[in-house]
C-alpha cells in the first residue's frame, strides 16, 4: 500500500468481468489460504440474549424489508437498459434506489408507523412531468412485491423515508454504490435503527458479494444482520440458517489487509498511502464498492477501512450516516471497531449528515489505536 501498486478490483462471479474473480481468488488464497474468519453454527434463535429478544420484531421487519429490496434491484439489473437519472448533488440515482426505498419504507411504515425513517432518496425527482415514464418503471417493479402499489403510493412511500431524527429512528441507503450497481459490481442495501444515538440494529443485503472470497463457486448474495449486543451474522439472501462472524485478530500491523472504494474521491489515496508507509503495511488494497467493505472486515477477511475526506473537501465534508450505521454496527457486534479520524465515536444525534466527525476508520478491533495514533502523529 505503500508504494503505487495497482489495486486489485474486487469483480465477482456471475458479473461480467470473471477474469478479474479469478485474480481475486488467486490472490486472497495466497494471503490467506487456512487463516480464514472464525465462524460458529449460531441457531439465532436458541442463543438469542435479552438485548436480540428485545429487537426480534425489528429484525424480523428489517430482514424482509431489505431481502425484498435486493429482489427487487436484482430483477432491475437483469434488464438489459434501465432508467438512470443525476440527482442535484450529480450523483446517480436509478429506478432500483427509488424502488428499494419504496418497499423498504412501506414495510417499516407497517410495522413501525411511529418511526422515522431518515433515507437517501426523494420522490421529488419522479414528480416532475419530464420524469412520468420513471414513476411508471418503479411502480411496475414494486408491484410483483405489493400488488397495492400505485403511483401515488410509491411517491408516499418513497417520501415516508424524508422524516428528521428522532429518539429512535431508521436510517436507511436504499442502495449504497449506486455507481457499483450501474457497473455491475457491488452494491448493498443497508437499513439501520438507531436509539439515543446508539445503533440498535443492522442489516444490509449485498445481493452480489460471495458468502465467502476465498471460495470457489461460493454461493452469490449474503444478508448481514446485528443486534446491539447480541452478535453479528451472515446468512445466504437466497434464505438458511444465520451464521455469526468475527474480525480476524490481527496483531502485527505490517499485515494488515486494507481495503478501500473503488471510487477515487471517496478517500484520500496519497494520505492512505501515507498512513501505510508510516505504519509500513505491506499489503495492496482490494477495492470494493459500497458498504459491503464493513461486512468483508466483520468476516475476518480485510482488517482496515479508511475515508479520509478529500484535500479539496475537508474542510466541510462530512459522511451521510446510512452510508455508515449499518456497517458499523455489523462490524462493531463482530469484534470491530469504527470511529472518526480522531478517535470520536460517530456521532448519530445531530441530522443525515456525521457533522461532529471527521472522516471514518473501520479496523478489525485489535489495530484501531494504532491507527489512530499513526493519524495523529501525520497530521491527517
Ligand atoms: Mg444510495
Known amino acids: ?74 430483477n432491475v439489473r437483469r434488464q438489459p437498459d434501465f432508467s438512470t437519472l443525476t440527482k442535484a448533488d450529480r450523483s446517480p440515482v436509478t429506478l432500483a434506489d427509488l424502488g428499494a426505498q419504496a418497499l423498504v ?81 457491488q452494491y448493498a442495501i443497508a437499513l439501520a435503527l438507531i436509539e439515543e444515538g446508539q445503533i440498535k440494529l443492522g442489516a444490509i443485503a449485498a445481493p ?7 471460495q470457489l463457486n461460493p454461493e452469490i448474495g449474503v444478508v448481514f444482520m446485528a443486534v446491539a449486543g447480541g452478535g453479528s451474522q451472515i446468512r445466504p439472501l437466497s434464505g438458511g440458517a444465520f451464521q455469526r462472524i468475527q474480525t480476524r485478530p490481527v496483531t502485527d500491523i505490517t499485515q494488515v489487509q486494507p481495503i478501500e472504494s473503488l471510487e477515487s474521491t471517496h478517500s484520500d489515496r496519497p494520505r492512505q498511502q501515507a498512513l501505510a508507509a508510516h505504519l509500513d503495511i505491506q499489503r495492496t488494497p482490494v477495492a ?10 466483520a468476516r475476518g477477511e480485510a482488517d482496515l477501512f479508511l475515508r479520509i475526506p478529500l484535500a479539496q473537501y475537508a474542510a466541510n465534508y462530512r459522511e451521510n450516516i446510512w452510508d455508515h450505521a449499518a456497517g458499523a454496527i455489523v462490524l462493531a457486534e463482530a ?31 485489535s489495530i484501531h489505536q494504532q491507527v489512530i495514533a499513526a493519524l495523529a502523529e501525520l497530521g491527517i
Open 335 to 365: 469484534g470491530g471497531q469504527v470511529t472518526d479520524l480522531d478517535g470520536k465515536p460517530l456521532d448519530f444525534t445531530i441530522g443525515p449528515k456525521l457533522s461532529q466527525n471527521r472522516g471514518i476508520v473501520a479496523t478489525c478491533g
Open 288 to 297: 470494493l464498492d459500497s458498504l459491503a467493505k464493513y461486512g468483508i472486515i
Open 105 to 185: 419504507c412501506q414495510h417499516l411504515l407497517a410495522a413501525f408507523p411511529q418511526d422515522p425513517i431518515v433515507g437517501e432518496e426523494s420522490a421529488d425527482i419522479l414528480q416532475k412531468p419530464e420524469n412520468a415514464s420513471l414513476l411508471r418503471d418503479v411502480t411496475d417493479f414494486v408491484k410483483p412485491f405489493l400488488p397495492q402499489a400505485t403511483a401515488t403510493a410509491v411517491i408516499d412511500w418513497i417520501n415516508g423515508g424524508n422524516a428528521q431524527l428522532g429518539p429512535r429512528y431508521w436510517t436507511l441507503d436504499p442502495i449504497d454504490g449506486t455507481k457499483g450497481f450501474i457497473r455491475g459490481d
Open 208 to 214: 452480489a458479494l460471495p458468502m465467502a472470497l476465498n
Open 1 to 74: 500500500m505503500a508504494t503505487e501498486a495497482p489495486r486489485t478490483a474486487i469483480a465477482l462471479p456471475g458479473l461480467r468481468v470473471g477474469q478479474r474473480a479469478t485474480l481475486l481468488r488467486w490472490r486472497w488464497e495466497d494471503s490467506y489460504a487456512g487463516s480464514g474468519c472464525q465462524r460458529y453454527n449460531v441457531d439465532c434463535r436458541q442463543n438469542q440474549d435479552q438485548s436480540i429478544v428485545n429487537y426480534e420484531k425489528e429484525q424480523q421487519v428489517a430482514l424482509a424489508a431489505v431481502v425484498m429490496a435486493a429482489q427487487l434491484c436484482q
